[in-house]
Every structure is written in C-alpha cells, then in structure tokens.
C-alpha cells in the first residue's frame, strides 16, 4: 500500500488566491513527521514545512500552513496568497519513527504539479 | 550558509560506461542521503550514511552501484556499468541528526541529472 498519496497530479490557481494540496498518509507508527517540499524546474527540493504526530497546532510558515487532521491521517498544505513563483512540483513525505536521535528515511508521495495562473 | 553541493548538474554516457556523481553536505551535517528520482515520481532513498557509516543501503543496487563517504564529509555515488534504465536526478541531501524534529529536517542539493544513451 502507498504510504503516501497525492490525488492531484495537477493543480491551477489563479494568482493570489489561495490553494490547497491534498496528502494523504499511511502509517501505524504513532511517532512520525509529515514534510512538504517544493522542486521548481530547477530540481532542487526546497523545504517549506514540518508538522510531528505530536504536535498539537497546525504548522504554519509564512504563506505555507498545513492543515493537520491526524484522524483523517492527512496532512494538506495550503498556500495563501499564490505568487507565479509558486509554480512548481510539491511533494508530501513522511518520516516514521522517534524524533530523537537518529535520521529516518523519507517516504515520498509522487507530487502535484502546480500552475499559477497571472 | 551554504547549501548542499552536487556535482556534475548534468551528465551524458553511453551505456555500460561508468559514472561518478558528487555530494558535499551543509556543514555539520553528519547525516547524508543518496536519493533517485525517476521521472514523474518522488524521489526514492538509495542510502543513508550517519558520519562514515551506511547504516542504510538495503535499496541500493549493489551489483552495480556503489557509495562510499571516507571521512564523514563529502561523498561519490557511483554506478559501473550505467545501464539506460538508470537514467533519472539523482538527489544528495544532509540532515543534523540527534536534535530536535526541526533539525533533522533533510536539504537537498540540486541534484544530476544522468542520461544514458
């Protein structure tokens, strides 16, 4: 079974408006890490969020939040205020295992292609 | 602060040549990462090295890839002979391990693009 979906192989958004990429999760490890990643065209992987299992709030940095429903195991980021350099591929990932010491694998989703429309 | 350096960005062979790829992490970073991404997916975990250890390298083609990370730093991916099926970005990304979540985030470098003909 996939860990991690993204339905939406492609998204628009008008510029300005905001957008909301769904990420669904598959785990039953009660500690583990949801991250978002933007690849623009250049392919490098940008960070732009983080939310622990454990956290009790919703991340939010900058224009990026991420809407947390741990029931739901999803883990969808919204970007408000969409900007033409939001254009790119997202990708959602998960890092099961102890936040303590020790790096885990990433597990990542196949990603949506965003366009932001001028 | 630097980021994660790779080198070449872009690389052509023909098939069953050898090809070298190059990673230096974000400084302090004791934890590397060797990732592969096919086109039109997300990027896969080739192997993981804690300092100069690989304490993952269970998805590793080990018949012909190798990696090696001599002094805990800098690191080369190697694959002997490409075949055209290994065509694809090949992502090197570091991480602080041992910190709290925020810092064991992973960063990733530019990445190659590898092309075998």
């Known amino acids: 079974a996939q860990k991690i979906t993204q339905t939406q192989p492609g998204m628009f958004v008008q510029e300005k408006e905001a957008v909301t990429l769904d990420c669904t999760y598959d785990?039953?490890?009660?500690?583990?890490?949801l991250f978002w990643y933007k690849q623009p065209s250049s392919g490098e992987m940008i960070f732009l969020i983080y939310q622990g299992s454990y956290d009790q709030q919703n991340a939010t940095e900058g224009r990026y939040s991420l809407n947390f429903q741990k029931a739901r195991k999803s883990a969808n980021l919204v970007i408000s205020a969409s900007q033409l350099g939001d254009s790119a591929m997202y990708f959602c990932a998960m890092r099961e295992g102890g936040s303590g010491a020790g790096s885990y694998q990433l597990t990542f989703g196949k990603g949506t292609k965003l366009s932001v429309i001028p | 602060e630097a980021g994660v350096v790779q080198s070449p960005r872009y690389k052509i062979i023909e098939k069953k040549q050898p090809v070298a790829f190059w990673c230096n992490p974000i400084s302090g970073h004791n934890t590397l990462y060797w990732y592969l991404q096919n086109l039109g997916q997300g990027p896969e975990l080739l192997i993981r090295?804690?300092?100069?250890?690989?304490?993952?390298d269970s998805q590793l083609p080990k018949d012909r890839f190798s990696a090696e990370r001599l002094k805990g730093v800098d690191s080369t991916l190697k694959i002997q002979p490409a075949e055209l099926g290994d065509s694809a970005v090949y992502l090197c990304?570091?991480?602080?391990?041992?910190?709290?979540?925020?810092?064991?985030?992973?960063?990733f470098g530019p990445g190659t693009r590898l092309t075998v003909l």
């Open positions: 785990t039953s490890d009660p500690s583990y890490g």
């Open positions: 990304a570091s991480s602080h391990s041992g910190g709290q979540p925020r810092t064991d985030t992973q960063y």
């Open positions: 090295y804690e300092n100069e250890e690989a304490v993952d």
